[in-house]
């Protein structure tokens, strides 16, 4: 009944810059946060950022000042513009959301498919 899209991951050189798009879909109460995570080759997964309904946003330590998370909920969507890329931001970056569902109507953890980010040196 919910379902989290992720677009935008692709190949791009080191230095450049990408913007991930995730929207939400399906029946739901209100989404409470939409933010991303990334999971490196051999790695654990990692937070990168998250915004709140409200646009309180916390980012993981490597990602500030290159990262920003942004969020349009009236759209159901969060957005990551990603700067200064490196190789070490290689990673599938899977969109995450706290969501309220219709039914029932309690708050739930949902995770995107997944959408690969490669950079290339």
């Known amino acids: 009944q919910v379902e989290l899209v992720e677009s935008g991951g692709g190949l791009v050189q080191t230095g450049g810059s990408l913007r991930l798009s995730c929207t939400a879909s399906g029946r739901f109460f209100g989404l409470n946060t939409m933010g991303w995570y990334r999971q490196p080759p051999g790695k654990e997964r990692e937070l990168v950022a998250t915004?709140?309904?409200?646009?309180?946003?916390n980012y993981g330590d490597s990602m500030k000042g290159r990262f920003t998370v942004s969020g349009d909920f009236a759209k159901n969507t969060v957005y990551l513009q990603m700067n200064i890329l490196s190789p070490e931001d290689t990673a599938v970056y899977y969109c995450h959301a706290r969501i309220v569902p219709t039914v029932p109507l309690k708050e739930a953890e949902y995770w995107g498919h997944g959408t690969q980010v490669t950079v290339s040196s």
């Open positions: 915004i709140s309904r409200v646009g309180d946003a």
